[in-house]
């Protein structure tokens, strides 16, 4: 399998990448688009089936592009992950890990509680379609349901779909953000037109008849905000990690994980493997709104987040100031700069250090991460070819080894590959 989901096969020593095929199978497929090194194709017929293919429980996957690894038993899915992971860490990084962590799972149905919805009126058929793309076309993919969003939102499109047709600003609503909580759902239209009072009271009447809050983004993301007399729970919203007795507070657009329960399973792990003592300092890069800075507050005398988006910045200082977590500090840096002399979190050693970077990985700040002296470092990677990348950096540049590694799912039914990662000096402190 490739990286994403897909099958390899070799005809006439050229590879084809087939969306739909598993390893070991003898299928027929359709070429979609050629290059000059390999071509992609997508499963016309399967001939022969491997073990771990299993029926799509969504109506829409053969066209949506929201997932692309249904036909894939789950189980199958994350050792698969697995393989990707470890295989991408000896070819790209050059290392392996002296132990693989058992793999985190999770629900694998109506899991997701973040998501970016496309709409469009297709005048041809006098309807609009709300749902993910499709998988070889801009287009939106015609689906009643999703089988993978959170059920407050992915058993509502078909309803959706009919209340925004009916607006008179159908027309200029191309997007919506989801962002649900256990307490609340918040569903912002992107308009590019202001609603008038009809279209107001439609979404407030569909609001409180689903329990649905509405907001309007007229502009940039700061530009949203609720309709005026919305559905408003008593709670705003905030997802909570209730092992350390924190709910952190965000807004629709602010970057949290899209699946609560493997957030909650994710954080637990990094703080078992980071191991923090309270006397300890702490750092914490691409801390975001403080995700794991807070839970390492609640076990280091001293923890710094740092972060490059002012905004996320100011929630994590809310949050911390919310729970009182006073030994928790943040600061607002790029760390994305060729140097860092002074580091922007100050003077002063740190006993660990945590990196949960973007897809680009954390390469330009490991020089400095390891001048911190930190006896541990934890890597919580959305990407395996970067992670692998900043791996070998750390082990052959900076003393580190790797010491352990492990897959989450935090995407099932896609070929997205998270994981997290603990190095240690390799001079046996912390070990």
């Known amino acids: 399998m490739t990286h994403d989901g897909r099958g390899i096969a070799s005809v006439d020593g050229k590879r084809v990448f087939i969306q739909g095929a598993l390893p070991g199978e003898t299928v027929c497929f359709q070429v979609t688009r050629r290059t000059r090194d390999y071509d992609e194709a997508d499963v016309a017929q399967v001939l022969l089936a491997a073990p771990e293919r299993v029926v799509p429980r ?25 393989q990707i992971l470890l295989d991408t860490l000896r070819h790209i990084g050059r290392v392996s890990p002296a132990r693989v962590l058992p793999p985190l799972t999770g629900p694998v149905w109506a899991y997701r509680r973040k ?59 191309p997007q919506i953000e989801v962002a649900v909580t256990d307490t609340l759902t918040v569903l912002v239209l992107r308009v590019m037109e202001r609603p008038g009072a009809a279209d107001l009271e439609a979404l407030r009447a569909f609001g409180l008849a689903h329990q649905i809050q509405f907001w309007l983004q007229p502009k940039g993301p700061d530009s949203a905000a609720p309709i005026p007399g919305a559905f408003a729970p008593d709670q ?16 629709p657009h602010d970057f949290t994980q899209v699946n609560e329960v493997m957030n909650r399973a994710m954080v637990a792990q990094a703080m078992a493997l980071l191991d923090p003592a309270p006397d300890e300092r702490l750092l914490d890069l691409f801390c975001g709104l403080g995700n794991f800075t807070l839970p390492m507050a609640r076990r280091a005398r001293e923890v710094v987040g740092v972060e490059g988006a002012a905004d996320l910045v100011a929630q994590a200082r809310t949050n ?24 922007p979190w100050g003077a002063g050693a740190f006993d660990g250090v945590l990196l949960d970077p973007p897809r680009s990985g954390a390469r330009a700040v490991l020089p400095a991460v390891a001048a911190t002296g930190a006896r541990r470092v934890v890597y919580v990677s959305c990407h395996p070819a970067t992670l692998a990348r900043d791996a070998g950096d750390l082990v052959r540049l900076h003393g ?10 935090m995407f099932p039914h896609t070929g997205h590959v998270e994981s997290v990662a603990l190095f240690v000096r390799e001079d046996g402190r912390g070990a």
Do not use: S, W
């Open 115 to 173: 998501a970016r919805l496309g709409v469009r009126r297709v005048r041809a058929r006098n309807r609009v379609l709300v749902g993910f793309r499709e998988r070889h076309a801009a287009l939106i993919a015609e689906a009643a349901r999703c089988e993978v969003l959170d059920e407050t939102v992915g058993g509502r499109l078909a309803l959706l779909a009919t209340l925004i047709g009916e607006l008179g600003i159908a027309d200029h609503v």
């Open 58 to 82: 969504c109506a829409a996957y053969a066209r949506c592009g929201g997932c692309n690894l249904q036909h894939m038993d789950p189980a199958a899915q994350i050792l698969a992950k697995q």
């Open 400 to 409: 580190f080894r790797l010491e352990a590694v492990g897959v989450m799912d």
């Open 236 to 251: 705003p919203l905030a997802y909570r990690l209730p092992e350390d007795g924190l709910a952190m507070h965000f807004r």
């Open 320 to 343: 911390a100031e919310h729970h009182g977590l006073t030994q928790a500090r943040f600061v607002m840096a790029d760390l994305y700069g060729a140097a860092f002399d002074p580091p």
